[in-house]
């Protein structure tokens, strides 16, 4: 899987949630549904509006994954979730996308500076400028047979363990890099 992606296409399944709707606006996107609880902004006048109670167990970002998921998604490129004032907010979203991992998919959180992958027994390639970091760590335990191929820093069927940052910024060298991880979870930061 390649990581590198645009922005939403026509072709796309966009789902706002809850406040992301003003930025759908603001960049001249439709939205497919905005779901949310709308306790931080205000319910949108559309037909296309699930709302759900402030008192849940769920993210709003959750929620639009489970409806993606619903709706047969297995991709999924989440804008707007790093950064800001809720710190929270943002771990909540990587731990989202251990969720999407675990689930059989594959989610990108997408950054104005910096974007995350969580992949599961599997492997990805991107690319990046000569001398850009990227980090790899083990998340939710223990990652066997991990290996980075065409970074500076190469590592060949490594065993990661999440309390030791041992893949923390490798870098770019003008090519493809290719993260592979045989059995577990790692989340994988670069830069935009």
Same mark, same amino acid.
């Given at each position: 899987?390649?990581?590198?992606?645009?922005?939403?296409?026509?072709?796309?399944?966009?789902?706002?949630?809850?406040?992301?709707?003003?930025?759908?606006?603001?960049?001249?996107?439709?939205?497919?549904?905005?779901?949310?609880?709308?306790?931080?902004?205000?319910?949108?006048?559309?037909?296309?509006?699930?709302?759900?109670? %402030?008192?849940?167990? $769920? @993210?709003?970002?959750?929620?639009?994954? +489970?409806? !993606?998921? #619903?709706?047969?998604?297995?991709? /999924?490129?989440?804008?707007?979730?790093?950064?800001?004032?809720?710190?929270?907010?943002?771990?909540?979203?990587?731990?989202?996308?251990?969720?999407?991992?675990?689930?059989?998919?594959?989610?990108?959180?997408?950054?104005?500076?910096?974007?995350? %992958?969580?992949?599961? $027994? @599997?492997?990805?390639?991107?690319?990046? +400028?000569? !001398?850009? #970091?990227?980090?790899?760590?083990? /998340?939710?335990?223990?990652?066997?047979?991990?290996?980075?191929?065409?970074?500076?820093?190469?590592?060949?069927?490594?065993?990661?363990?999440?309390?030791?940052?041992?893949?923390?910024?490798?870098?770019?060298?003008?090519?493809?890099?290719?993260?592979?991880?045989?059995?577990?979870?790692?989340?994988?930061?670069?830069?935009?």
């Amino acid at each position: 899987m390649k990581s590198n992606r645009p922005f939403p296409t026509e072709n796309d399944y966009v789902i706002a949630a809850d406040g992301g709707y003003k930025h759908c606006v603001r960049f001249g996107i439709t939205p497919d549904i905005v779901i949310g609880d709308f306790d931080s902004t205000k319910k949108p006048e559309l037909d296309n509006v699930e709302v759900h109670p %402030v008192m849940k167990d $769920d @993210t709003d970002t959750m929620l639009a994954i +489970k409806h !993606g998921f #619903e709706k047969g998604y297995k991709y /999924f490129y989440i804008y707007g979730g790093i950064g800001g004032e809720r710190t929270d907010h943002t771990i909540a979203n990587i731990q989202s996308l251990g969720y999407i991992a675990e689930h059989g998919g594959m989610g990108f959180l997408i950054g104005d500076r910096e974007n995350f %992958v969580v992949i599961k $027994d @599997t492997h990805m390639s991107f690319n990046g +400028k000569s !001398g850009d #970091e990227f980090s790899v760590f083990a /998340f939710g335990g223990i990652a066997e047979g991990v290996c980075e191929i065409g970074a500076e820093y190469l590592l060949e069927n490594a065993t990661l363990s999440p309390f030791y940052p041992l893949g923390v910024s490798n870098k770019f060298v003008g090519e493809e890099v290719i993260v592979s991880v045989k059995k577990g979870c790692l989340l994988i930061k670069w830069n935009s």
